[in-house]
């Protein structure tokens, strides 16, 4: 069970599972009074009201529920999600015209057919016929493009009205991969091996009203051929001889020792331990002990501290490093100053 002073919206997510709904209610109480209606979270109106409907009250949910949907900037999943449960408490209150035309709002976020389940039990409510479902609406394609300068390389996703709940996103070295969620359950994503190597620290994400742009900051100034790193053919690659040892041979007592025309035997796997050990023990100085020591936390982080060093250190410059999301995750990092 979580400790009782934590409500963050993991700790709820948990109690939701656990199905433990008054905790729920008093855990979204906690934090929206610490943090403030104006400034909490959405997704703390919604576990409240999730609690509040399986615990009979849905007149306390639907307060809950208009004040989440009054808010423009919500995501997608969240309003639909939203919508749903409003659904159901309006059924529950009886009051079934209202809960059909809230079922089909929902139907129209994404096209779930056991949403005309419900539409169907108001109409035997109202001594109406069935419904049918109508077919799923074509699916909208998306694209993306590309452009480099020598510094950086920048990728523009042409998805509009997008919120930073919709979006998921995770740098590392020589990879990118970004996630979109889009109404009727759908999903745009990017995951690719880059073409070179990008100081993933110094890359920024910015979400504008008709798109979402990526800027990946080069390691180093050369150009890329194309965005995405080019596999390696089969059909292409270098043919390699192979070599079989007869049971008599001398190579077969030690698979790490290969055939040569030199006349001295070189164990490469012991020179190449010895590199590793050498540069294990190398210590940077400087900017590159600071991009190192970042990597090191980066890489050993969780998906919501990597979110969270990411949005810190490219909002305040630099000067603020943190891997607490619960914080840093309600406003924008402001510029700290050295002491």
């Not at 400034?39 to 576990?47: A, C, I």
């Not at 990879?175 to 979109?180: A, P, Q």
């Not at 995951?191 to 993933?200: A, G, K, S």
Request: hydrophobic letters at 30%; a negative charge.
């Amino acid at each position: 069970m979580a400790d009782n002073s934590d409500y963050s919206i993991d700790t709820i997510k948990k109690l939701t599972e656990e199905k433990d709904w008054e905790k729920v209610v008093d855990k979204c109480n906690e934090a929206i009074l610490a943090i403030g209606e104006e400034k909490t979270d959405p997704k703390y109106l919604f576990y409240r009201a999730k609690g509040s409907y399986e615990t009979e009250d849905q007149t306390e949910s639907l307060t809950d529920i208009k004040a989440i949907l009054a808010n423009p900037n919500i995501s997608v999943s969240l309003r639909f999600d939203s919508l749903v449960l409003k659904a159901n408490c309006l059924f529950s209150l009886e009051e079934y015209e209202s809960c059909k035309k809230t079922a089909r709002d929902a139907f129209a976020q994404r096209s779930d057919s056991t949403l005309y389940q419900l539409i169907n039990k108001c109409n035997a409510q109202l001594g109406l016929s069935e419904e049918t479902a109508p077919a799923a609406p074509r699916k909208k394609s998306y694209r993306h493009e590309w452009y480099q300068t020598s510094s950086e390389v920048v990728v523009s996703i042409l998805i509009k009205k997008v919120t930073h709940d919709d979006l998921t996103y995770q740098f590392k070295e020589t990879h990118l991969f970004v996630e979109v969620k889009l109404p009727e359950d759908q999903s745009f994503i990017l995951n690719m091996e880059l073409f070179d190597r990008i100081l993933f620290y110094e890359s920024i994400v910015t979400i504008l009203t008709s798109k979402i742009e990526i800027r990946l900051k080069k390691a180093t100034p050369v150009s890329w051929g194309k965005l995405e790193k080019p596999e390696t053919s089969v059909g292409s690659a270098r043919k390699i001889q192979t070599f079989t040892p007869s049971e008599s041979s001398a190579l077969s007592q030690d698979p790490q020792k290969f055939p040569s025309s030199s006349k001295t035997y070189t164990d490469w796997d012991k020179l190449a331990a010895e590199a590793t050990k050498e540069e294990a023990e190398e210590k940077p100085e400087g900017d590159e002990a600071l991009n190192k020591f970042f990597q090191q936390i980066y890489g050993k982080g969780s998906d919501e501290q990597q979110r969270a060093m990411m949005k810190s250190f490219q909002e305040s410059g630099g000067t603020v490093l943190s891997t607490n999301w619960d914080e840093v995750g309600k406003e924008k990092v402001e510029v700290k100053p050295p002491d």
